[in-house]
């Protein structure tokens, strides 16, 4: 009997998930891939984002060969039409999908098996069970939740890594306090080698040709601005990336880990999130080959530690939640947050933008559709937060702007981490700060017009004033939670507190 066809999402594209063993499709199973115009209509993506996915998906189909059948049409139902026949519909396999969206999508098709997901270290059932034993972990604020670090301990123990016997490596679980140091003084850049990047191709060509020509034919619209390609679009591109970065980047990741730096935007970080979550990695060869790293002695220990703890702590902690706390999440809005995004935010107008950190880091998502964690939830996420934009709208602007966003990616650290939208169910207090913290971790406000340490005032840092009236919006919540009782408390120490909302309310939404 013939196998049956195997249809691949754009989002899995690596060889494990067409890998036969452990319920996978037959090694001789034809593959379908779908190019669904529809995906691109229904929101104004990053145009580098649009570029780097079409080119990973026309690269993989290319590498497949006559195995695969690659169709471009208007919707995945119609590409499904096209393969199937209306009347005889062959039945098909189908790795779940990262969205629930397109969960639903499949399960409701008649003849196609959704098989167990790939590309994660953990499986949902034993997800499940670690839920079951440890709902109730945590004090104060969000008791009840389920903490990263108990998550992250466990991830760590079930699969031996970084493990001397039944202890971590080094003696210690979190080796965060050596990982916060700021930028070195004097220094524009750090002292590492660059990251690798790739050379395009023809397909990048056509795939170029073919997004100007939907643009100028008014099919879609995008924000940002595209190329060079500056991330893996094929399994060889990614483990290239992967190595490079253990070999000249990994032993300097640690300690800078949380700063920032105008002309260094990309510090030492790793830039693995985007072939990852295209499914062209395995979070297992990313973190077995930097703990090689480490046993050999070309890495030390924080820096090892940081980066496995991003992928076998802090991404499948984001997986599984994602899954865990089901749809109605996405619609949380603990803090009533229901201003509109401003226009300069949504078309990424950082030429608009006055304050130093905010127009850097928006230029860096328009130029290149990325920047790092960092960036992310302390400049970005912060001017959400303090501004008291809507979550969901916050939520969707990542997930179309950042060349690394899916649903999964975005909906936890965007309504759970950044907008603190869940009222504490992942996090235990809304992550946000004055320019004191800009200043102490980045070279960013020295040339700025405002200063970080000005409340009031035309030089009053945005971020200054935007943290203390957050503080004061959200005082009888905020004055509960052990981790922002005594920052509330400082309020009552502010003799400049009306004029400071005055000037917040002044500001109102125009460009900080």
Known sequence: MAPRPHWLFGDQLGPHFLAPRHGG??????????EARSVLRRRRFHRAKAHLILSAMRHRAAELGDRVTYLRTETYAEGLEQVRGRRDPAP???????????LDFVSARENVEVLPPKGFLVAQEDFAEWTARNKGQGKGAGAGALRLEGFYRWVRERHDLLMD?????????????????PPPRGQDTLDVRGPW??????????????LDRWERDGEVSFVGRDGPRRFPATRREARSALRHFVAHRLAGFGRHEDAMLAADPVMSHSLLSVPLNLGLLDPAECVELAEQAYRSGDAPLNSVEGFVRQIAGWREYVWHLYWHFGEEYRHRNALRHTAPLPDWFLDLDADAVTANCLSTVLAQVRDTGWTHHIPRLMVLGSRALQDGWDPEAVTDWFHRCFVDGYDWVMLPNVVGMSQYADGGMMTTKPYTSGGAYINRMSDLCAPCAYRPTHRTGDEACPYTTGYWSFLHRHRTRLSTNHR???????LDRLKDLRELLDLTAERGDAPP
């Open 197 to 210: 990047r790739p050379t395009e191709d023809e397909i990048d060509d056509e795939v170029r040709r073919d």
């Open 165 to 181: 016997g039944d202890d971590p490596a080094g003696g210690r679980w979190n080796l965060d306090h050596d990982n916060r140091e």
């Open 25 to 34: 499709p037959d090694d001789r199973a034809p593959v379908i891939m779908i």
């Open 484 to 490: 922002t009782a005594r920052a509330v408390k400082g």
């Open 92 to 102: 098909l396999t189908v790795r779940h999908p990262t969205s629930r969206r397109a």
